[in-house]
């Protein structure tokens, strides 16, 4: 049975190493659309974050759907949510907490895609994770905020070798309770332990009584594994990391040189 959905990921997949969408991107995926199929973004952005995108491929209205958050809220582009997992107040306490003793910088986000840090000096990668989502950063330690105050999901921020070196004590520290995953070099995300982008888009996926054959996902880095494991055609970018190679059923070219469009054209329009 021929593909009805395709699962893309943002950030270095839908995105080239300058932050722009390919023309030959476009060109793809409106033919796609063209033909009835269902253009999924998944990405750890909020709406907000990728809304001139989706704008940039003609996807719009309540019949269009977004999967933000890495898995936590499955929306569709006109705000309506369909499912949302949310990581609790204590939890929250907590990973502000683990980085403040490991002087490890920290953020969370809202459902309105704010930034919340109690780091004082804000980290560099925060202000820029801010400035690509058109997002605010609030400067609030968690006794400023309400009790039953709720995140999509934490971040540890700051350079990869820093990271490298903090991640496999912040998945002994909370592994256990919520879904830990590196999301890029930069970023090491928890959510929820029900959210991947996996299951979202499985959710997603059975909402729109579609199956598992008939969904081709598309990613370059760890947090895209989940939707490679569960979507029937899995195609990872020529950029990606070895880890998404490795889960991917074909690599295509990179973010640079058309390898979104041609795997649309390849694996879905021919």
Known sequence: MSIRLIAIDVDDTLLNSKGEILPSTISAIKEAVSQGIKIVLCTGRP???????????????????????????????????IAKHLVDNDHYRQMTKFGQQHKIPFNVLDED?????????????????????????????????????????GLFVGNEKLLDAIEPLVKENFS???????????????????????????DLATNLKFDAHEVMALGDEGNDIAMFDYAGTAISMGNGSDLAKKHADFVTGTNDEDGLADAIKKYVLE
């Open 47 to 81: 709406l907000v974050g990728i809304s001139h995108f989706l704008q940039q491929l003609g996807l719009f209205g309540d019949d269009q759907y977004v999967i933000t958050y890495n898995g936590a809220v499955i929306e569709t582009i006109a705000g309506r949510v």
């Open 113 to 153: 895609g704010t930034i919340y840090t109690a780091d004082l000096d804000v980290n560099a990668i925060t202000v820029v994770q801010a400035w690509e989502n058109s997002a605010g950063i609030l400067i609030r330690k968690p006794d400023e905020l309400p009790a039953d105050f709720q995140i999509t999901k």
């Open 176 to 202: 256990q309770d919520l879904y830990v995953v590196r999301a890029a070099r930069n970023f090491l995300e928890l959510m929820h332990p029900a959210v991947n982008k996996g299951q979202a888009l499985k």
